[in-house]
């Protein structure tokens, strides 16, 4: 494992990566300094958290003079690369990292890695699930990245014979050099454009999951979605795919036919299990899971681990997530859902009538075919947040006798829920799926999803 000592680092940003980098590096005798654009008055937490580890705090912005004392500059994710710490550092030279980055040059087994612009917690969870049914005592299987807890806080207890898999998001593919093993990308749809600029640019990036693997290594990719399926001339190793239809012959994948899950190997197929085994609703959750039997069977996980990866899981919070029946409609909460695509993607799992709500904060992102599918489905729908504007002019004048029949604009979540219930009839879903991030009211998706529970369950 790299020497730390007497390194001298400064980690940008100090949420839940920035923390556990911090007390990485601090542990193993780096000089290490966490700075945060919050002022000092809102992070008392943190230095509570920090103890008495010797990490230097530096809260109310990123001044330059912090790069006089740095040998390495650490990028918490959603650090944007414009910022003028990170430009002036790339000018003097200073390398830049991450947390994923760090932990891939250390960690001493397997690594699974997933990305995707949707549906990579759903994958990853489930990939865990048929991790933890295939991995044989006393090795243990370690899920984490983008998802729960930054794996690098247990990287001392990670041993050789260990399975890790990691969900990554753009964000900590940039700084990567080192590929997984076995690396997966689901879907490469219009996502964090304000981040990468361009579709070239983001496509680039999620590549680089691919970028360092070998011939031995497996990457999993996704057939019906042409983001991912136009990297296939980048696998160096074996490649295994999914998709809805079945594979043509000599490619290996998994597929759903006949009211079944399949897996082929060249010419031969073997079945998996019934499509009716899986609690998770939409097409694209069926692909989710096709997905996660591809990563498992790249990793040499039997088809029984599979099977029970998938038996019992209702999904994850905010996600499609269930909340309650108040007034005869059945009410949804799709925080998770911070782009267009996967408004589109919710919309498309239910039949019932639609009332739905649509907000927060815009990515420089396309609205327009999700305002062409609200035309085609959903019978109301209720506008807040700072994105208002744009989907307001997407969505364009009602138009008598056509869907949507109301439009409604709010300022806030909360406002928008009352909203809701103004409108509501028996036999209705109502559906928090925003298309936008969280940050213009919320720390981040899993507190707007609370909140949408927590004021849902007020009613």
Same mark, same amino acid.
């Given at each position: 494992m790299k020497t730390w000592n007497g390194q001298r680092v400064l980690i940008l940003g100090a949420a839940r990566q920035g923390l556990a980098l911090a007390r990485f590096l601090s542990q193993r005798g780096a000089i290490v300094t966490l700075s945060d654009q919050k002022p000092a008055e809102e992070m008392k937490s943190i230095q509570e958290t920090l103890g008495s580890l010797p990490v230097s705090l530096a809260f109310g912005g990123h001044p330059i003079t912090l790069l006089d004392k740095t040998d390495l500059l650490c990028l918490s994710g959603g650090i944007p690369l414009t910022l003028p710490i990170v430009i002036n550092a790339q000018r003097r030279e200073i390398p830049i990292t991450n947390d994923s980055q760090i932990f891939m040059e250390a960690v001493p087994c397997r690594v699974i890695g997933i990305t995707g612009s949707a549906g990579k *917690? *759903?994958?990853?969870?489930?990939?865990g699930r048929m991790a933890?049914?295939?991995?044989? %005592?006393?090795?243990?299987?370690?899920?984490?990245?983008?998802?729960?807890?930054?794996?690098?806080?247990?990287l001392d207890e990670i041993e050789a014979g260990d399975t890790v898999i990691l969900e990554l998001s753009s964000f900590q593919l940039e700084q990567l050099t080192h590929s997984p093993q076995v690396a997966a990308i689901l879907n490469i749809t219009p996502n964090h454009l304000d981040r990468h600029g361009n579709m070239q640019a983001y496509t680039a990036v999620k590549a %680089?999951?691919?970028?360092?693997?070998?011939?031995?290594?497996?990457?999993?990719?996704?057939?019906?979605?042409?983001?991912?399926?136009?990297?296939?001339?980048?696998?160096r190793g074996k490649l295994i795919s999914f998709g809805l239809e079945q594979p043509e012959k000599g490619l290996a994948g998994t597929f759903c036919y006949s009211g079944r899950l399949y897996m082929?190997?060249? *010419?031969?197929?073997?079945?998996?299990?019934?499509?009716?085994?899986?609690?998770?609703?939409?097409e694209h959750n069926l692909l989710n899971v096709l997905a996660a039997c591809a990563v498992a069977w790249a990793s040499g996980f039997p088809e029984a681990a599979m099977r029970k990866g998938v038996l019992g899981f209702a999904g994850v919070p905010h996600r499609l997530e269930f909340v309650r029946h108040y007034r005869g409609a059945d009410w949804y909460n799709d925080s998770i859902a911070t782009a267009p695509e996967r408004s589109i993607a919710a919309i498309r799992s239910f039949s019932e009538p639609l009332v739905v709500l649509l907000g927060g904060r815009d990515k420089n992102l396309p609205w327009q075919d999700l305002a062409d599918l609200i035309h085609q489905r959903v019978? %109301?729908?209720?506008?807040?947040?700072?994105?208002?504007?744009?989907?307001?002019?997407?969505?364009?004048?009602?138009?008598?006798?056509k869907r949507p029949l109301t439009i409604s604009h709010c300022q806030s979540l909360q406002e928008a829920i009352l909203s809701a219930t103004a409108v509501i009839e028996p036999g209705d879903v109502v559906l928090l799926s925003p298309g936008g991030t969280s940050f213009d009211e919320f720390i981040d998706f899993e507190q707007r999803g609370e909140r949408f529970l927590l004021w849902v369950n007020q009613l």
């Amino acid at each position: 494992m790299k020497t730390w000592n007497g390194q001298r680092v400064l980690i940008l940003g100090a949420a839940r990566q920035g923390l556990a980098l911090a007390r990485f590096l601090s542990q193993r005798g780096a000089i290490v300094t966490l700075s945060d654009q919050k002022p000092a008055e809102e992070m008392k937490s943190i230095q509570e958290t920090l103890g008495s580890l010797p990490v230097s705090l530096a809260f109310g912005g990123h001044p330059i003079t912090l790069l006089d004392k740095t040998d390495l500059l650490c990028l918490s994710g959603g650090i944007p690369l414009t910022l003028p710490i990170v430009i002036n550092a790339q000018r003097r030279e200073i390398p830049i990292t991450n947390d994923s980055q760090i932990f891939m040059e250390a960690v001493p087994c397997r690594v699974i890695g997933i990305t995707g612009s949707a549906g990579k *917690t *759903t994958t990853t969870t489930l990939v865990g699930r048929m991790a933890e049914a295939a991995v044989v %005592h006393p090795h243990k299987t370690w899920v984490g990245g983008n998802i729960g807890l930054p794996l690098i806080e247990y990287l001392d207890e990670i041993e050789a014979g260990d399975t890790v898999i990691l969900e990554l998001s753009s964000f900590q593919l940039e700084q990567l050099t080192h590929s997984p093993q076995v690396a997966a990308i689901l879907n490469i749809t219009p996502n964090h454009l304000d981040r990468h600029g361009n579709m070239q640019a983001y496509t680039a990036v999620k590549a %680089h999951i691919l970028a360092y693997q070998t011939v031995s290594d497996l990457a999993v990719l996704g057939r019906d979605d042409p983001g991912s399926w136009g990297l296939a001339s980048q696998v160096r190793g074996k490649l295994i795919s999914f998709g809805l239809e079945q594979p043509e012959k000599g490619l290996a994948g998994t597929f759903c036919y006949s009211g079944r899950l399949y897996m082929q190997d060249g *010419t031969a197929r073997q079945e998996l299990m019934e499509q009716r085994a899986i609690l998770l609703r939409g097409e694209h959750n069926l692909l989710n899971v096709l997905a996660a039997c591809a990563v498992a069977w790249a990793s040499g996980f039997p088809e029984a681990a599979m099977r029970k990866g998938v038996l019992g899981f209702a999904g994850v919070p905010h996600r499609l997530e269930f909340v309650r029946h108040y007034r005869g409609a059945d009410w949804y909460n799709d925080s998770i859902a911070t782009a267009p695509e996967r408004s589109i993607a919710a919309i498309r799992s239910f039949s019932e009538p639609l009332v739905v709500l649509l907000g927060g904060r815009d990515k420089n992102l396309p609205w327009q075919d999700l305002a062409d599918l609200i035309h085609q489905r959903v019978d %109301h729908v209720i506008v807040f947040g700072e994105a208002s504007e744009k989907i307001l002019k997407a969505l364009g004048p009602i138009e008598p006798g056509k869907r949507p029949l109301t439009i409604s604009h709010c300022q806030s979540l909360q406002e928008a829920i009352l909203s809701a219930t103004a409108v509501i009839e028996p036999g209705d879903v109502v559906l928090l799926s925003p298309g936008g991030t969280s940050f213009d009211e919320f720390i981040d998706f899993e507190q707007r999803g609370e909140r949408f529970l927590l004021w849902v369950n007020q009613l």
